[in-house]
């Protein structure tokens, strides 16, 4: 399992934050995803062998956001 946390440059609506974490929680592979809307942060644990960063960063875009960093999770 990988654990990242990836920053979000437009996160302006807490709604907005809430469907893209249903969104990414749907994705075959994704075992979390949880949005802290405070930081402007996608908290995401994931199978590399299922899912890959490049797909997650696809829906991050699908729902109008930017991602401005990736780091890695605790």
Known sequence: ???QMIMLANLTCP???GKLEQATAKLP???????A?????????????????AQIR??????GLD????????
């Open 1 to 3: 399992m990988k654990r």
């Open 15 to 17: 709604s907005c934050g």
């Open 29 to 35: 592979g994704m075992k979390s995803a949880r949005v």
């Open 37 to 53: 809307f405070g930081t402007g942060a996608l908290h995401v644990e994931y199978d590399e062998a299922q899912l890959t960063e």
């Open 58 to 63: 696809t829906v991050i875009k699908q729902h």
């Open 67 to 74: 991602v401005t960093m990736t780091m890695a999770g605790k």
